[in-house]
């Protein structure tokens, strides 16, 4: 078996193409956007080059068939936030042979030990934990945009190598016309009578104005999380604008609190429901399919992408009546029947608490894998946020 760095157009091929090869006969694959991949790797675009850096490779058989890949990435802002400095791994694919998965992984170790590393995560992202992170290892359905879909041998290939589980990923799923259990629908209730609390639906015309109040409730619901940085306005507003292409204003809710926004429901159309027809390409015929299957209502799916409360109202039902009160357009449009949530972490019990407490079951779960370069050293989880 032969290692090769990405270097040049026919290798960068070769890392696109793998999937599709390996995971042909996989009924619930669904092949990523070719772009998508590239825009990972491309310095001018990954805003993630600016303060890190990144390789990689593929694995090659006798006969110089690509039988392996992976990806292997230093973001310098958050490697010293743990206990070890820690680079990450991620895109590794590989033919069911362990011994070709432990060239790919030492590969990573060895330039990661080179450049000052003690650990390694994975399979992770060169950029936001929101795309491309975890290993799946239970419910193998149709993934969410820009989310890891796995072989169940790929957990055996880490483990054995001798990764441990630095945190899970849960990704909650319920029927959009399922009630919320009576307690919890209660609580809700009362704080829809309070008049001091608002909600409202997004306005494509107000974006400005939603981005800020997105940054205000983020920066206060999600700061004390690890690897998390505030949220500079500028940010919110190109978070705002990447949606745009996307949003649906009857699935974007927030919460307000005598005018001050307290929280945040913000859902997209799955936006896979739709790619999965068009085969890896958003060319101009891509773009033709996706346009007839967005108009046709193939997508049936809502994803939320962020679902956030300040601390200080959580716990109080606003939780449900935020839910309550996008369900309350949703469910008569029929438009979607499904929802699924992005992945919640095993280190915020708080959040999985609140899915749960509204009604919804755990349909995939994906492990964030630490390797300590050093054994006898102690092995830490990502700690509990409180």
Known sequence: MRLIEVFDKATEHEFLMLPVKLYSHEPNWI?????????????????????????????????????????????????KTTEYITGGIGFFECIE?????????????????????????????????????????????????CMYYHFPYYQGFFENYGFKVYFKQYTYHRSVDAPLPPIYAEKADRIARDTHYKFESIQ?????????????????????????????????????????????????????????????????????????????????????????????????????IAFGIIPEFQGKGLEGAIVIAAAKRIQPMKKYTDFEMNWIGSFNPKMIKICESVGSKVIKTHHTYRYLFDSTKPFFEAPIIE
Not at 117 to 141: C, Q, S, Y
Not at 247 to 252: P, Q, S
Request: proline share 4%.
């Open 31 to 79: 092949r990523p956007l070719d772009k998508d991949i590239n825009l990972v790797f491309d310095k001018e675009e990954n805003k993630y080059f600016r303060h890190g850096q990144a390789k990689r490779w593929i694995l090659s058989d006798a006969t110089g068939e690509t039988i392996g890949r992976v990806a292997a990435f230093i973001n310098n802002k958050t490697a």
């Open 97 to 145: 042979d362990e011994s070709a998965a432990f060239m790919l992984f030492d590969v990573c170790k060895n330039w990661l030990t080179s450049q000052g590393m003690e650990a390694m995560d994975g399979p992770i992202n060169f950029g936001d934990r929101d795309k491309w992170w975890g290993l799946l290892v239970d419910g193998f359905t149709e993934p969410n945009y």
């Open 204 to 304: 494509k015309n107000k974006l400005e104005k939603y981005a800020e109040d997105f940054r205000y409730i983020y920066n206060k619901a999600w700061i004390k999380h690890s690897g998390v940085r505030e949220m500079p306005k500028a940010q919110a507003m190109a978070v705002m604008k990447q949606l745009k292409p996307v949003l649906d204003e009857d699935i974007v809710w927030f919460a307000y609190y005598n005018e001050e926004p307290v929280g945040f429901f913000i859902m997209i159309p799955e936006l896979n429901q739709i790619f999965k027809f068009l085969n890896g390409n958003l060319n101009w015929w891509g773009k033709i399919k996706f346009l007839y299957h967005k108009l046709m209502g193939s997508c049936k799916k809502m994803f939320g």
